[in-house]
């Protein structure tokens, strides 16, 4: 795993530092209980960029959750994150619309998702992605 000083900006692009914004979801003893889907999209993205598989688990729902994830490839890094649409669905359910940013052997690549979030237990956890809204 990558350490981040909490000092840093964050990874998901957030102008409060990596300590203020997903941090504390991602340790600590508000760990996993990000308050929104919205929030919980950003501190997965940062997770991918920290290499916290273990989060990116925990905070996936069982339903569509895998037994394990594998390796990112070799040289990727995670360069960039813009939210750009949050659709509450009812109490329950959200979608949230991003463009990821990455780099791998020099080439910058752009991912334009749609992820899915459902709360279960009071607790937001991603279901799944889907294509751009």
Same mark, same amino acid.
């Given at each position: 795993m990558a350490k981040t000083p909490a000092a840093d900006p964050c990874p998901c692009g957030s102008v409060a530092g990596y300590e203020a914004c997903c941090r504390r979801w991602h340790e600590g003893a508000q760990r996993l209980m990000a308050p929104?889907?919205?929030?919980?999209?950003r501190s997965r993205y940062s997770?991918?960029?920290?290499g916290l598989a273990s989060y990116l688990l925990d905070t996936w729902h069982p339903r569509t959750r895998p037994s394990g994830m594998a390796p990112p490839p070799p040289g990727l890094? =995670?360069?960039?994150?813009e939210v750009r649409r949050v659709?509450?669905?009812?109490?329950?359910?959200?979608?949230?619309?991003?463009?990821?940013?990455s780099k791998i052997g020099g080439r910058a690549e752009r991912m334009h998702v749609t992820s899915r979030f459902e709360r279960v237990d009071g607790? =937001?956890?991603y279901v799944e992605d889907g294509p751009a809204l």
């Amino acid at each position: 795993m990558a350490k981040t000083p909490a000092a840093d900006p964050c990874p998901c692009g957030s102008v409060a530092g990596y300590e203020a914004c997903c941090r504390r979801w991602h340790e600590g003893a508000q760990r996993l209980m990000a308050p929104s889907a919205e929030a919980l999209m950003r501190s997965r993205y940062s997770a991918h960029a920290l290499g916290l598989a273990s989060y990116l688990l925990d905070t996936w729902h069982p339903r569509t959750r895998p037994s394990g994830m594998a390796p990112p490839p070799p040289g990727l890094r =995670w360069i960039g994150l813009e939210v750009r649409r949050v659709t509450p669905l009812d109490d329950a359910h959200a979608a949230v619309g991003f463009v990821a940013r990455s780099k791998i052997g020099g080439r910058a690549e752009r991912m334009h998702v749609t992820s899915r979030f459902e709360r279960v237990d009071g607790r =937001w956890l991603y279901v799944e992605d889907g294509p751009a809204l």
